[in-house]
């Protein structure tokens, strides 16, 4: 595939389709015509060029990296070594195996961005590497204004979700060794080019945040990826502004474990800062929703949750089924899936006298895995060792918690359409009725009685 310019050797030949290639041409044409260095070749290109296109949309460092993973590749016939700029053919190269290449492929580029010397790397260099590849995503996606309406934490340093979410992406790579290190030695550790290339394989984030980072940096059309899967399109049904309990890290991490249909959109049901600390709003705004993502800070800055792969319904019973899972993302990034030990998944309740009135997910009545109590505010997670239906552990700091924030968020098609909103009844309008005839068992007399919209 390709075409003939961007052959560089029998044993190497560019994967780009010819409308792709044309576009990694004419990206190189525009680095060489960049203000060069006296003695760099002109139909090359030097680190000041690639900083000149790229201004400041990549943090420096990750700018470094990208050069000396390209003038690092060793070209078929040539001389071995980092070269003084670079050439075409080492361009398209690393282009080609950075974008379409195998993990193989992959692995060798990283390894190049990750240190210029031949042979492992260290553990703790491939844990650097990490956050600076996880911080110039959410860097890129800022700076091109492409954060789909959420909005990065403000602070001094890069936004605590970096670190978190680089751990996570390092803790998928297998160190090899025969004895077993203290904590801090581990990233003595050496990584050879095996061990690269199955972390590569294993956490397919890493070829994604690659992607993200090459294509918004130098703006490539032709080979943009669609951002949806990675950033879901945030709705708000509120003037004023709004600031989620998750970062940007946080946000990609949790919406790259829901099913693919629920990824692309988020719309905010229900907000404790928003809507007040009642259940019986609670209630009344996520029931009959479709799929959820609910989300809890506790007091102790742990942050956690779960996804409902099914409408919220109350009742007495469980509901939901193994789609549904809990996760964390402060202060650390894990998901918690179905054991398959029972059918615990979901529980949404109120106005009982001998079974626990609350929202819960996982776990079984009074020890749940995440267990929002009808005293709105209160919760728990219990796990010991771990959640019979998610096997997960206690998500919060301490097992009874308190809480002053908690969002749900509807994922995937947006819930209701402008038309049915237009005809809501008063019950709609007002949640908390609606939910308050639901506890007490009164019928809804004017249910199905509203006017059916006409089709536009």
């Excluded at 751990?167 to 297998?174: H, I």
């Excluded at 130098?218 to 899967?229: E, I, M, Q, V, W």
Aim: include cysteine.
């Amino acid at each position: 595939m390709g075409n003939s310019r961007s052959q560089s050797g029998p044993r190497f030949c560019s994967q780009f389709l010819p409308a792709e290639q044309a576009e990694i041409d004419g990206l190189f044409d525009a680095l060489s015509s960049e203000k060069q260095r006296p003695d760099t070749s002109p139909r090359s290109f030097s680190l000041r060029a690639v900083k000149s296109h790229l201004g400041e949309a990549l943090p420096p460092e990750m700018v470094t990296r990208l050069y000396d993973g390209m003038r690092s590749l060793d070209l078929p016939g040539k001389a071995k070594g980092p070269s003084e700029s670079i050439s075409r053919e080492q361009f398209t190269m690393f282009m080609s195996h950075l974008l379409k290449g195998s993990s193989e492929e992959k692995s060798l580029v990283i390894m190049k961005m990750i240190s210029a010397t031949e042979g492992p790397v260290k553990a703790r260099e491939v844990q650097k590497f990490t956050e600076d590849l996880v911080g110039s995503v959410v860097h890129v996606l800022n700076y091109r204004q492409e954060l789909r309406g959420w909005t990065q934490k403000r602070g001094p340093g890069p936004p605590p979700g970096v670190q978190v979410l680089a751990a996570q992406l390092f803790s998928e790579m297998e160190l090899r060794g025969n004895e077993e290190l203290p904590g801090p030695r581990q990233l003595d550790r050496d990584c050879d080019r095996a061990v690269i290339e199955d972390w590569v394989f294993r956490a397919p984030h890493v070829a994604t945040f690659l992607s993200v980072v090459i294509h918004r940096g130098f703006l490539l059309p032709h080979l943009s990826p669609d951002l949806a899967p990675l950033v879901p399109e945030r709705h708000v049904d509120q003037e004023r502004v709004f600031e989620s309990i998750l970062d940007v890290p946080s946000v990609i991490y949790v919406n790259a474990h829901l099913p693919r249909e629920q990824r692309h959109r988020w719309d905010l049901l229900f907000s404790s800062e928003l809507h007040g600390h009642s259940f019986a709003q609670l209630c009344g705004r996520i029931t009959h929703q479709g799929p959820c993502v609910l989300l809890l800070e506790d007091r102790d800055g742990h942050v956690f949750g779960g996804f409902a792969s099914c409408s919220w319904e109350v009742k007495p019973q469980f509901q939901g089924d193994d789609r549904c899972f809990l996760f964390s993302t402060s202060p650390r990034m894990a998901v918690y899936t179905s054991t398959g030990y029972n059918d615990h998944y979901m529980y949404l309740n109120h106005g009982q006298q001998t079974i626990p009135n609350g929202l819960g997910m996982g776990g079984q009545h009074n020890y749940f895995g995440l267990w929002v109590d009808v005293d709105f505010g209160k919760g728990h997670s219990k796990a010991k060792p771990k959640c019979t239906t998610y096997h997960s552990p206690q998500l919060s700091a301490q097992e009874d918690f308190r809480f002053e924030k908690m969002e749900v968020w509807a994922v995937g098609e947006a819930p209701g359409s402008q038309q049915a909103q237009r005809n809501r009844s008063i019950l709609t309008v007002d949640p908390e009725a609606q939910a308050l005839l639901e506890i007490i068992g009164r019928p809804r007399h004017s249910q199905g009685l509203q006017d059916v919209p006409e089709d536009e």
